[in-house]
């Protein structure tokens, strides 16, 4: 593994601070306990089973809605989910700007696409470790490292509820398009105002945990830049969901609330920790939240297939950037490291 310093060569968006304190303890995915690990194999495998169940319940309307899906409805929706990770990927490069590390898009976005193979394995800290251990190859402190991720996790939430509160306007969306621009445009002045919680909640968090919080405040406009990129993010993954939903009996009407039932949905798989992905959580809320206006097959159809559709598009971003080859470097390193 790595020994904790930077390569000789390697690149260096920003100078590494001295006398940082200590990686947090959570980092390191060796020190995930034992009960942790069966707890969350243990609710991948009741989720899973629940799951399955549910289809056979339900197997010829779910057969019957896959064989309406084309080809081009899951490349349509795959490229909208890219996009949307995208703009998550790029909102967290904004608070890590903000936080006092520049880093150019390819290498942030290898970094976020690494990071987002880790939510895939059960247990809380994989995301946050992975991008921790590639940003300290480019001499960012683990420390910084997880405010990022716990700030973009922060604003994820914040927003995702928010946009959520679009599954309340039904089917005539229309009349609530106005009262949504407001609120968006409230949320993202208050961001640019008072950020001030923001630090206060993180400086908190590191107090309780036995830490120092790194000295650099997150900036207002890196906060509103942040909520941009989320906002964005949430509207494609309305739209990824939205495609699959078509073919089965969503109109144009359904847009809007198809975004917020898909915000609702992955905030509430952000928040059951133990499930990576959020694996069965996001699909239940899925499926409750489009019913009404698709049908509960259908709805359970579009939650699968999206599910997929979403590991197909973690798996081509990781490929596009280049994480295989980045993460053969760092074992590699690692290895070096080791024996000498």
């Known amino acids: 593994m790595s020994t904790g310093e930077p390569s000789p060569g390697e690149p260096s968006p920003g100078e590494a601070s ?12 060796a020190r995930i306990g034992w009960r942790s690990r069966v707890l969350s194999t243990v609710l991948v495998v009741v989720v899973g089973v629940f799951l399955v169940v549910a289809v056979l319940n339900n197997w010829e309307a779910v057969r019957e809605d896959l064989a309406s899906l084309s080809w081009t409805d899951l490349v349509a929706s795959g490229i909208a989910g890219a996009l949307a990770v995208t703009c998550s990927a790029l909102g967290w490069r904004v608070v890590l700007a903000g936080l006092g590390q520049r880093v150019p898009v390819h290498p942030a976005l290898t970094m976020f696409a690494a990071g987002q193979l880790g939510k895939y394995v059960p247990g809380s800290v994989w995301t946050a470790a992975i991008q921790a251990e590639l940003g300290q190859r480019r001499n960012i402190a683990r420390s910084t490292m997880l405010v990022s991720y716990l700030i973009s996790l922060m604003i994820a939430v914040a927003t995702g509820g928010l946009v959520g509160m679009l599954v309340l306007l039904g089917p005539d969306a229309a009349r609530g398009t106005a009262l949504w621009m407001l609120l968006v445009a409230g949320i993202v002045g208050a961001a640019l105002l008072w950020p001030g919680w923001l630090n206060r909640a993180m400086a908190w968090a590191f107090t309780k945990a036995g830490r120092t919080a790194p000295p650099t405040a997150l900036p207002g406009r890196s906060l509103a830049g942040a909520v941009a990129w989320l906002i964005a993010c949430w509207g494609f993954f309305g739209i990824h969901v939205w495609l699959l939903a078509r073919p089965l009996g969503a109109d144009a009407a359904d847009l809007v609330p198809t975004t917020g039932a898909f915000a609702l949905a992955f905030v509430a798989g952000l928040l059951v920790v ?66 000498r």
């Open 18 to 29: 001295a006398g940082e304190p200590s990686p947090p303890q959570e980092l390191a995915p």
């Open 274 to 339: 133990p499930l990576p992905a959020g694996a069965g959580v996001r699909e239940g809320v899925l499926v409750a939240t489009l019913a009404g206006s698709i049908g509960a097959p259908a709805a359970l159809t579009v939650s699968l297939v999206s599910r997929l559709v979403l590991l197909g598009v973690d798996l081509f971003l990781a490929a596009l950037f280049g994480v295989g080859g980045v993460a053969r470097t760092v074992r590699h390193r690692g290895v070096g490291s080791a024996r």
